[in-house]
């Protein structure tokens, strides 16, 4: 593979691309407004994080491909890296923080659960209580940007608060996190994955990290999650697969090397397998 040619990517925006249109804002934080319809047809990623929390709302959002249905009363988790795309419909309201790196490290332990549980479920409904007590800190959050001597001590502050109220109202749908935290083996591999899943397939390489054996790595899959150690590996593949299908021109050949695939034709058939499309039907979808 040529290393040296230049990549084209689905753009990867930066936070300082929405500071135009911003309600308020300062370094490292905007506060948008949604009101009515917006479309964003075409897949992308950002290098920041978002935080959306939707009050009257109907629509689809797309993220990493799963399409969810934006309605009243939610909060959306979107983290950097993830592709998406919405369709909003008119007479939608939402309020909208956008967080790079640096100011999400402040609040970011405030998330009581992996970021891995967010990532699979960036969607969260929200009861009247919790709806309410996330507008207050939203609002308190664009009054202190506009202050005329904002301070971030105090932003920081409400967004942890924020990070708080959101895993609270995660607790009845992350039902794997009860896993991972009752079974810290399965947590450990979670993680394992996303760090060497592009280079290591076999589940006793995993096991091995773990000091366990691969058959009992299988079985603690298949107990808590009903899934199979290599179907967990296998889906973490299959996902990267999609966002480089859709964030890069690079060709299917290349992103098989990329994924350590031996071949194209091996590659294309793990696909398939997965999906029931080819690679190239999926890009061109």
Same mark, same amino acid.
């Given at each position: ?163 708080? /109220?959101?895993?609270? %109202?995660? #607790?009845?749908? &992350?039902?794997?996190?009860?896993? =991972?935290?009752?079974?810290? *083996? ?65 060709? /299917?050949?290349?992103? %098989?090397? #990329?994924?350590? &695939?031996?071949?194209?034709?091996? =590659?294309?058939?793990?696909? *398939? ?13």
């Amino acid at each position: 593979m040529n290393k040296n040619r230049d990549i084209k990517y689905v753009p990867v925006l930066g936070i300082q691309e929405f500071r135009k249109g911003q309600t308020a804002g300062r370094k490292g934080l905007l506060y948008n407004e949604l009101h009515g319809e917006r479309h964003i047809d075409k897949p992308h990623k950002h290098d920041f994080f978002i935080i959306v929390l939707f009050d009257n709302a109907k629509g689809i959002h797309t993220i990493d491909f799963q399409d969810y249905a934006i309605g009243n009363q939610q909060i959306h988790v979107l983290f950097p890296d993830q592709v998406h795309k919405w369709h909003i419909e008119p007479d939608t309201t939402g309020y909208q923080l956008m967080i790079d790196r640096g100011f999400f490290e402040r609040f970011a332990p405030y998330f009581r659960f992996s970021f891995t549980n967010y990532i699979n479920h960036p969607v969260i409904p929200l009861t009247d209580n919790s709806f309410n007590l996330l507008k207050y800190e939203f609002d308190a959050i664009k009054d202190e940007l506009q202050a005329a001597h904002s301070l971030q001590d105090i932003i920081s502050a409400r967004a942890a608060v924020i990070a708080a /109220i959101v895993s609270k %109202a995660a #607790e009845d749908i &992350f039902t794997e996190a009860k896993v =991972f935290q009752s079974t810290p *083996k399965l947590a450990k591999f979670n993680l394992l994955i996303d760090q060497f899943f592009k280079e290591e397939r076999f589940v006793a390489f995993y096991a091995a990290k773990l000091n366990i054996s691969a058959n009992y790595l299988n079985i603690l899959c298949k107990k808590n999650l009903n899934v199979s150690a290599t179907q967990l590996i296998q889906q973490r593949v299959l996902l990267e697969a999609k966002r480089m299908l859709q964030s890069t021109d690079l060709s /299917i050949k290349e992103i %098989a090397f #990329e994924l350590g &695939f031996v071949d194209h034709a091996y =590659f294309s058939k793990f696909f *398939k397998s997965q999906t029931e499309i080819t690679p190239t039907e999926f890009r061109e979808q």
